[in-house]
């Protein structure tokens, strides 16, 4: 059986990943705090599993329990496990120097510290038992230029691009199967972009750019994103610790 785990699959890109890796007859798990109650649908519908783990990733506790959990069962008898590693937080939007830092914490651990966590535990499993895993994490272009207002997003982004070329190196020297990649989605019309847009002038100097992109249409629909995530992940020739970009894939 081929598994997909997807984190942030209640709403936004994990949604519609998920929709779409179910259609294409893949077990999905999908790990949030909420429910999206149509993956259920969308799993009888194509004939394809689906389970769905309450996990806050801010939380370290809870991800190590859930994701030992969901390991203990796909590791079984798993042909392929892909992981999508999609959850993200922007906020604290503020200048530095006025950041909450509890805010500041949680865009660590939901952005960096679970994404490295549930790789670091996926990639044993996947040495133990032989399995392939591909592992993609969801990145920004933040993570490659400063934005003014977005100092904890553009470092938990910028982190997770040097995790994922860093462990993409370790696996390609090891002569591993496995593959861990990122993915760039662009700009698209999910919730992210409402709490971007609401924003003020003070804390986010670029808000009125990002209230032009959906005033003027540019922002993407997130199941168009998800095809080209989906579709690269199920390609053979996907190159480890490589930072895909959406604009090069649709
Ligand atoms: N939207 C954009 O324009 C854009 C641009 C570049 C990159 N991205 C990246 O694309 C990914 C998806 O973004 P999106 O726009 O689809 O976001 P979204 O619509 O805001 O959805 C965020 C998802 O993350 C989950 N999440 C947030 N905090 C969580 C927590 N503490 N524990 C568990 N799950 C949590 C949410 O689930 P629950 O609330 O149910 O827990 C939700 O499913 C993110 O990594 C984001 O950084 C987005």
Redesign the pocket.
Known sequence: MKYAII????????ASAAQQMLAEGIHVISV???ENSSLKQAAEKAGAGYIHHS????SEVQVQSVFTAIAADVFKNAEAVYVIN?????EPIDMTGELDSSLVQ?NVQ?NLTAPILISNLFLQKAKETGTRVIIAN?T??AGERPIQGWSIYCSTKAAVNMFTMTAGLELENSGSSSKVIAFS????D????VTIRSSSEESFADVDTFRNYKESGS?RS?DTVAGALVKLVLADNLENGKIYKVNDLL
């Open positions: 984190t942030g699959a209640s709403r936004g890109l994990g949030s705090r909420n996990c806050d990733l801010s999609n959850a993200g937080v922007i949680t939901v969801v920004s272009g989605p662009g700009i698209m999910t919730d992210m972009q922002l997130p």
